[in-house]
């Protein structure tokens, strides 16, 4: 969980709202800034940026031929020795 908020950070800028300029000459639409009018039809969702990260399994080297082979396994991918 704590991985993903790293991960994930958002596109948006943070938007200003006035709150009560005026509260006697039209108190309810100074709550809202020009962007974010009661009466828009476009929603305001949030963006995410997608942040990929490859994980790949540690290797060791085959102390009999030489070759390439995952950590954790018992026996060698190429040659077949016991490692």
């Given at each position: 969980m704590f991985k993903w908020d790293r991960l994930l950070r958002k596109n948006k800028?943070?938007?200003?709202?006035?709150?009560?300029?005026?509260?006697?000459?039209?108190?309810?639409?100074?709550?809202?800034?020009?962007?974010?009018?009661?009466?828009d039809t476009l929603k305001n969702e949030d963006e995410f940026e997608i942040v990929e990260m490859e994980i790949l399994p540690n290797k060791i080297i085959c102390p009999d031929c030489g070759g390439v082979t995952l950590e954790g396994l018992e026996f060698c991918d190429k040659c077949g020795g016991e490692i």
């Open positions: 800028l943070p938007k200003d709202i006035d709150f009560m300029k005026d509260e006697i000459d039209d108190a309810d639409m100074d709550l809202y800034s020009e962007e974010e009018m009661p009466g």
